[in-house]
């Protein structure tokens, strides 16, 4: 009996010890973007909501630099331990590996494991509020007025924004020139100030803007309206072949125990799903979806693809 008492002691202790593990685990998201930008609100939000569902303590670290290549390379080098997830948008995993070669020390396939699909988010085509123009059909008679006009900036080359840009001049047979900048704030204050008189930003970093009064949406690049701007007509309605949605998505280091994985995919999809936190991402202009693991490795597969073609006829190199 006193040794039935013991066993049973000891199996407490082990729970109580694994739960205060569970619960003093510090959990780091690692974001490659700016603090301030949708990704960033999207990231604080989400480690908020999954540290109070997991019972653990969680941090934001904004790794930037190289636009988000620094911040996916230190998570495929930290521990598969449960400790480090990454926030990534499309163009780390997707668009980076096609056009920066051997720049990029990582393979979105081998290095890392998806955890959830997070958000669709929309590319939309912005100009500075006091452009004279209210449609894209005004703004291309501009811009051959006026090439100057054609100058377009986005949070960073080689971005999934620039790569719209490039979709678009050929489209419309305009002239532009990409100016790009070093994330989406200074991108945004260079548009306010009329320092160029159009941009290609996430759909959720325009709004801003537009609520500000700094910016006038002229057309987004999806596959339908986004509701979040149900008046702007997207690229196709008005002629142009150009769809390019994208999304925000949490990865853990390859390795990361699958019952961690599966723990993180549904704490994160719960977040995502919840009413308010819905409502907050949907006033932001992103469209909250939480899918699993199993869902996200078919979404990059098919997107990675996807995108390889686009990329390549695009001609972007970095530096370029």
Do not use: C
Not at 37 to 59: E, N
Not at 84 to 99: D, G, K, R
Not at 265 to 293: F, H
């Amino acid at each position: 009996m006193k040794r039935i008492s013991t066993v049973v002691a000891a199996l407490a202790l082990a729970a109580f010890a694994a739960t205060a593990t569970a619960q003093d685990r510090t959990l780091k998201f690692v974001l490659g973007y700016p603090a301030g930008a949708s990704s960033d609100v999207l990231t604080r939000l989400l480690a908020q909501k999954m540290g109070a569902s997991l019972g653990a303590t969680t941090i934001v670290e904004n790794k930037t630099g190289a636009n988000g290549i620094i911040g996916t390379e230190a998570v495929k080098n930290a521990p598969p331990d449960g400790s480090t997830l990454l926030m990534s948008p499309l163009a780390p995993m997707v668009a980076f590996p096609h056009s920066h070669g051997k720049l990029i020390r990582y393979d979105p396939f081998k290095d890392f494991a998806p955890v959830a699909h997070l958000a669709n988010f929309q590319i939309a085509m912005v100009v500075n509020a006091e452009l004279p123009v209210k449609t894209v059909a005004d703004y291309v008679a501009l811009v051959k007025k006026d090439p100057g006009a054609g100058n377009y900036a986005s949070a960073a080359a080689g971005s999934l924004p620039h790569y719209v840009g490039v979709m678009f001049a050929r489209a419309s047979g305009l002239t532009m020139t990409h100016v790009p900048y070093r994330g989406t704030a200074p991108g945004e204050q260079a548009l306010a100030s009329g320092e160029v008189k159009a941009a290609m930003f996430v759909l959720a970093d325009a709004l801003t803007l537009v609520r500000n009064g700094k910016g006038r949406l002229l057309a987004v690049a999806g596959a339908a309206r986004s509701p979040m701007a149900p008046d702007t007509p997207t690229f196709k309605e008005l002629g142009y072949d150009i769809e390019a949605s994208a999304w925000y998505a949490l990865f853990a280091p390859a390795g990361t125990p699958k019952e961690l994985i599966d723990r993180y995919a549904r704490a994160a999809i719960e977040a995502v799903q919840s009413p308010d936190m819905k409502k907050k991402l949907q006033d932001m202009g992103l469209e909250p979806t939480g899918l699993g693991p199993e869902v996200l490795a078919k979404v990059l597969r098919s997107d990675y693809d996807k995108w390889g073609p686009v990329i390549k006829a695009s001609g972007f190199k970095p530096g370029n």
